[in-house]
């Protein structure tokens, strides 16, 4: 059943070219957000009272259907600075530190340790983890301290994040923006994470080792800090005695690992996984807090808890507003501002990909080009995060005209927006990875360009067959 296009529909449309038109500009979009918000309740309701009420009820919309992500994601960052305070990262990683003799070891072993450790533990906590222990190793081997700012980075803000895997808070935004089930974006999303993550980290190396060669890059290249500052930098204060960080440096990966297993045998995926790896890091951070700190043990467990909580609402924040008004153009509109709508209307987005497809018949070639783009584009903002609910959006238009492919569509879309803006390619979002190895984020974000454009190109290329 065709439905007739009404002025919420094009208002919506409207919005959404202005807020790739502000994410190309680089600049927030917040304000833009709620103003569409304003905009569509006023003409749904034609009340100003309902149209204020509605911002702020879409904003407890997108708190709701976010929470288990932030919460997740606050457990985690703060279970890593318990461990990295008592001195249980150092003694988890310590054998694999071992590994790395040569620089090509050091490269691989760093980044594919990150890449472990980031699917449990999100890439900003893990490179704190990791870096600390393995950068030294590497340095003292001769890797430059930012060919291991490009291996933290790469494996974990690349490959690691744009999958998100376990934790699962990118495909549970895009998904939600497309309305299809988080495990559809999760399944479609495995191929073409292992061929953007293949094709750039040996893109990578190879322009390295080609630079180490003819000298462009060598051990001080991008450094600013001491490069004995930076070797020095995997010294921590052991709270806990050595036989008792061995056992919590095996219980802890153990328990994750386990978790793991029983998503596998148990079948379960999106908020399910979630809660079990929530429920676990937080047994773990409250256990190892009492167990460092002793008598303070309950103090510094809630302190630790409270720093994740910033951590999480300050990566969250600019996320809320834009997630809120993409919220809209599902089930949240008419929760919110009531049935307003055409007869027969599926939704905002949906009846404006019915008449996309009416008007512009798409391809898949077309259709994998604009996702790609689109989802850089919603990087540039340098969280990764905020726009990706844009590209679950124009997915589901998209794939409204092609008549099939949205779960891949989501997927390659979440790939390019957090490769870009998650922290490969954009400077104050490259800050983690460089400041834990001393160097400028700018010189580690032009080393990172041509790998991940060559990437995501062949990532494109490859979606179009997948489609």
Known sequence: MDVTLVSLHWVYLLFIVLIIGFMIRRRDTTILCIAGIFLLGLLATGSVPKSVSGVFGSFIYAIKELLGTILIISIIVGLGRVLTRSGINETMIAPFAKMIRTPALAYWVTGILMMAISFFFWPS?????????????????????????????????????SGDFIIQGAPKLTADAAGIPVGDVVAASVPLVIIMGVVTTVVSFWYMRRDMANGRLTMTTGLKADLATVADS???????????????????????LADVAAMWALDLQGGDATALVGGTALLLMLLISVAAHRNKGLEEATSYMTDGFLFGFKVFGPVIPIAAFFYLGDSAFIELFGKVLPEGSHGLVNDLGNALAAAVPLNPAVGAITLTSVGAITGLDGSGFSGIS?????????????????????????????????????????????????????????????????????????AMFLL
């Open 125 to 161: 906590p893990a490179v704190a983890l990791m870096g600390a222990v393995l950068l030294p190793a590497a340095v003292r081997v001769g890797l430059p301290a930012l060919g291991v700012a490009m291996a933290l980075n790469l494996f974990g803000h690349g490959i690691a994040l």
């Open 234 to 256: 995997g010294k921590t204060s052991a709270m806990l005695p050595r036989n008792t960080r061995v056992l919590f440096a095996i219980l802890v990966p153990s328990l994750f």
């Open 390 to 462: 844009l590209a679950g959006s124009i997915a589901s238009l998209f794939a409204a005209s092609i008549g099939h492919g949205i779960a891949t569509l989501t997927a390659l879309g979440q790939v390019a927006a957090i490769w870009v803006g998650g922290g490969t390619l954009i400077p104050w979002a490259l800050i983690p990875a460089a400041a834990i190895c001393g160097v400028d984020p700018f010189e580690l974000a032009r080393r990172n360009v041509k790998p991940v454009v060559i990437g995501l190109t062949v990532t494109t290329i490859a």
